[in-house]
T-cell receptor, first 113, second 111 residues
Framework: DAGITQSPRHKVTETGTPVTLRCHQT?????MYWYRQDPGHGLRLIHY???????DKGEVSDGYSVSRSKTEDFLLTLESATSSQTSVYFC????????????FGPGTRLTVL | GENVEQHPSTLSVQEGDSAVIKCTYS??????FPWYKQELGKGPQLIID?????GEKKDQRIAVTLNKTAKHFSLHITETQPEDSAVYFC??????????FGTGTRLTIIP
């Protein structure tokens, strides 16, 4: 599992509430990613980080923010959750020369009511 | 941006037969093509990958082929077993740190 943990593993919340998901890695990888997985869409990149305090947007970044204050932790925040953000969220680390050999965590299932 | 199409979306094969999943990509600069297997309730697992300077790669019962001219790559699983049942995703990267994923193939192995 490349030393990646995600917390919480399951969460149910209400529309309009803030939610923070945590990704923790133990192998000091520089690149970390947040994806969402929805039926019919595969995995879509939300945000990624290429170092402490260095982040960039992916293809579906609206409504999400991220922070990386230390190498091992990458946080995904939904400032005001909406039902369209109900999904399974996966964190990944990047490895290899181009950092595109990605290894995934176990996922967080988020339900927004 | 990069676009990756994956077919079929579902595939059922008899145990012992072969399974083939195909993906096409849009950006001719793509140079890295991994395949992931996802079991129910788990994260995707990297099972094999290929780079653009190689036409084929094998790992036991799994192989990946790449046709750069046609911009498509395929996953081949031979002598399928029940534990091969899962969702498989292809992806492509055009030389940077990001991957674009296909929409997945649900493979069912019929005993």
């Amino acid at each position: 599992d490349a030393g990646i943990t995600q917390s919480p593993r399951h969460k149910v919340t209400e529309t309009g509430t803030p939610v923070t998901l945590r990704c923790h890695q133990t192998e000091n990888h520089r690149y970390m990613y947040w994806y969402r997985q929805d039926p019919g869409h595969g995995l879509r990149l939300i945000h990624y980080s290429y170092g402490v305090k260095d982040t960039d947007k992916g293809e579906v970044s609206d409504g999400y923010s991220v922070s990386r204050s230390k190498t091992e932790d990458f946080l995904l925040t939904l400032e005001s959750a909406t039902s369209s953000q109900t999904s399974v969220y996966f964190c990944a680390i990047g490895s290899g020369l181009q950092h595109n050999e990605q290894f995934f965590g176990p996922g967080t299932r988020l339900t927004v009511l | 941006g990069e676009n990756v199409e994956q077919h079929p979306s579902t595939l059922s094969v008899q145990e012992g037969d072969s399974a083939v999943i195909k993906c096409t990509y849009s950006d001719s600069a793509s140079n890295y093509f991994p395949w992931y297997k996802q079991e129910l309730g788990k994260g995707p697992q990297l099972i094999i990958d290929i780079r653009s300077n190689v036409g084929e790669k094998k790992d036991q019962r799994i192989a990946v082929t790449l046709n750069k001219t046609a911009k498509h790559f395929s996953l081949h699983i031979t002598e399928t077993q029940p534990e091969d049942s899962a969702v498989y995703f292809c992806a492509a990267s055009f030389g940077n740190e990001k991957l674009t994923f296909g929409t997945g193939t649900r493979l069912t192995i019929i005993p």
